[in-house]
């Protein structure tokens, strides 16, 4: 009897020493669903603010879509300068999503104070983080109001030429002539000289012919007269002048200068180059190259 009241007590002991950790898992179980239970009840009750704050999102979408949609509809009329409604678009497209984002944020409870705040702070760090791309955008505006040159020019900046494709928020879209798509920051082209071929509305096409002094100059001017009063594109007015220019060491300049609309400008070029070089052999004249005499003098 002895021994089974030891092994009674001993069992008693080794139970209730057992049951402190359980009663602490017991616990942290209890204090987990109830956790969980919390986040599930605050996810069911923000459940419909977040439904509308996607719903707000896909509708702003849409009808940020459709507004630009019929903005670029309404701006191809040619009353509307191509230039202005595409950097006008650029910026409405921005604003438009800058207010949709503002307004999804307000709807899931974010405190406009706050959101001015992070744009105010978000502001200053992207000024400073992109100075340059704030230049382009003001340079953006500076070419608005100005208007150097619009779509379909044809410009050049510095060493670079090209047909003005687009004008938009940070930078100029250039096409050259090989078809190549330059795009310029609009910061470097306020700074910069433009010169603008297009504007005035005709060209001058500078070509320099030289002949030898052995041919007759009256001869290849007239040569000259009769292709440019022949071809369409070149204007009778102003009239083309066919001068001497230069009387070099080894041949005589002619410079002939006829005036075109700007767009034919690079035709002209290139149809007087090829008739010019087919009628001056035809009549005879001489266009001279480079050429060098060596003399060989035998040692005595």
């Known amino acids: ?56 999102l896909i509708v702003g979408i849409v009808i940020s879509k459709l507004v630009l949609k019929m903005m670029n509809k309404g701006m191809k009329h040619d009353v509307i300068d191509k230039t202005i409604s595409r950097f006008v678009y650029s910026l409405v497209r921005i604003l438009l999503y800058a207010l949709l984002a503002t307004i999804v944020l307000a709807v899931l409870g974010v405190p406009m104070t706050s959101i001015i705040a992070v744009i105010g702070t978000a502001g200053v760090a992207i000024g400073l983080a992109l100075q340059d791309s704030l230049s382009n955008i003001a340079g953006g505006f500076s070419i608005m109001l100005t208007k150097p040159f619009k779509i379909g020019d044809y410009i050049k900046v510095d060493d670079v030429e090209g047909t003005v494709e687009a004008i938009n928020m940070w930078y100029t879209e250039l ?48 040569v000259l007269k009769n292709i440019t009063g022949a071809h369409k594109l070149i204007l009778k007015e102003p009239e083309p002048k066919i001068r001497i220019t230069e009387l070099a060491e080894s041949a005589v300049r002619i410079t002939c200068y006829p005036w075109v609309k700007a767009e034919d400008y690079w035709t002209v070029y290139f149809d007087l180059n090829e008739a010019v070089k087919e009628q001056f052999d035809a009549n005879g004249i001489e266009i001279p190259y480079n050429q060098l005499d060596v003399h060989l003098k035998k040692d005595e």
């Open 1 to 56: 009897n002895g021994e089974i009241f030891v092994n009674i007590s001993l069992l008693s002991q080794a139970v209730g020493t057992s049951t402190v950790p359980l009663e602490n898992a017991h616990e942290q179980i209890k204090e987990a669903e109830t956790f969980f239970g919390q986040m599930w009840d605050a996810f069911v009750g923000y459940l419909p603010t977040l439904i509308a704050a996607v719903i707000i």
């Open 175 to 222: 096409h050259s002539y090989d078809n190549k798509a330059i795009f310029y920051p609009n910061g470097q082209i306020t700074s910069k000289k433009v010169t603008n071929y297009t504007t005035l509305g005709i060209r001058r096409v500078d070509m320099v012919y030289t002949i030898s002094y052995n041919a007759d100059f009256r001869k290849a001017m007239e």
